[in-house]
């Protein structure tokens, strides 16, 4: 599992009692608008921290990553793109250059 969540509770938005989002898969979230899908990302992501439970990242807590670290790690993308002055391919690469990933 690359997260794993125990017993969250956020602003009276979100209460999940347990949730595991598997590594190397693709992970979409939908729902309803005001159902809590961009309050999840952003705790997965340690913009926001939950009022209780614990989220792991990797088997460890997520308050012992460095946030922009785990930004390096973590892909998300947000539910209102945009693009970059270049080509599509070089917008692409961006992400890369962000992860301080090699480009191909």
């Known amino acids: 599992m690359i997260f794993r969540l125990e017993n969250i509770e956020y602003k009276g938005i979100l209460k999940i ?8 898969m693709v992970t979409c979230l939908t729902g309803e608008s005001g159902a809590g899908k961009t309050s999840l990302l952003r705790l997965l992501n340690r913009m926001d921290d939950p009022d209780s439970g ?3 990242f990797q088997d460890q807590l997520l308050d012992k990553f460095n946030p922009i670290e ?12 945009f693009t970059l002055p270049g080509t599509i391919e070089e917008n692409l690469q961006v992400g890369l250059e962000l992860t301080e990933r090699e480009k191909r």
């Open 17 to 24: 009692d347990d949730l595991k989002i598997p590594a190397g």
């Open 70 to 81: 785990l930004r390096r790690k973590v892909t998300m993308l947000s539910q209102a793109p």
């Open 54 to 56: 614990s989220i792991y």
